[in-house]
T-cell receptor, first 111, second 117 residues
């Protein structure tokens, strides 16, 4: 029951900003947008989440459109270590709202 | 905190054998999740616990799979008997609705890679 659509792959030059889009046109009012990433052979790693306001932390920025039907994860200065699969997930706030992973976007950062 | 600890990291076994995977969640986290990842099916949620009680096991593929959480610091996922199609990476994750970072912020372990011959 994936509620998000992401491009399967993207490339980004090292040092440049990586902008990863996500469409979630059926998002409901109490659902958050979560981003996780999975570096090869490691467990998924939480990046950021938001409801309707833009959010920023030490890893990334999350821009959510005013109608909340899409969002963009921004890695401001991509490094080779940011090469990973990035998952955009729409879910309620509580842990009983199960976190279901889709296929994500494979980001390749090149030198 | 050492994070979520899983063991073994790698397991190779023969079809029909019993497999037990172990997980130690982050201290203070009251939710524990078991996921499985394969190339064909991606990351699948198998089961999750809240306060050591199984809440939703609808993702457990069949009766050969069982999971327990005898206390707040330990959980097991058991496969008996194992089959080649069970080969996958199994991840354990923990979370808390009370964590400073918010709910649905899961911390994953490094995973247990299972190969059934």
């Amino acid at each position: 029951d994936a509620k998000t659509t992401q491009p399967p792959s993207m490339d980004c030059a090292e040092g440049r900003a990586a902008n990863l889009p996500c469409n979630h046109s059926t998002i409901s009012g109490n659902e958050y947008v979560y981003w996780y990433r999975q570096i090869h052979s490691q467990g998924p790693q939480y990046i950021i989440h938001g409801l309707k306001n833009n959010e920023t932390n030490e890893m990334a920025s999350l821009i959510i459109t005013e109608d909340r039907k899409s969002s963009t994860l921004i890695l401001p200065h991509a490094t080779l270590r940011d090469t990973a699969v990035y998952y955009c997930i729409v879910r309620g706030y509580y842990n009983t709202d199960k976190l279901i992973f889709g296929t994500g976007t494979r980001l390749q950062v090149f030198p | 905190d050492a994070g979520v600890i899983q063991s073994p990291r790698h397991e190779v076994t023969e079809m029909g054998q019993e497999v037990t995977l172990r997980c130690k969640p982050i201290s203070g986290h009251d939710y524990l999740f078991w996921y499985r990842q394969t190339m064909m099916r991606g990351l699948e949620l198998l089961i999750y616990f809240n306060n050591n009680v199984p809440i939703d096991d609808s993702g457990m593929p069949e009766d050969r799979f069982s999971a327990k959480m005898p206390n707040a610091s330990f959980s097991t996922l058991k496969i008996q008997p194992s089959e080649p199609r069970d080969s996958a990476v199994y991840f354990c994750a923990s979370s808390s609705d009370r964590a400073n970072t918010g709910a649905n912020v899961l911390t994953f372990g490094a995973g247990s890679r299972l190969t059934v011959l």
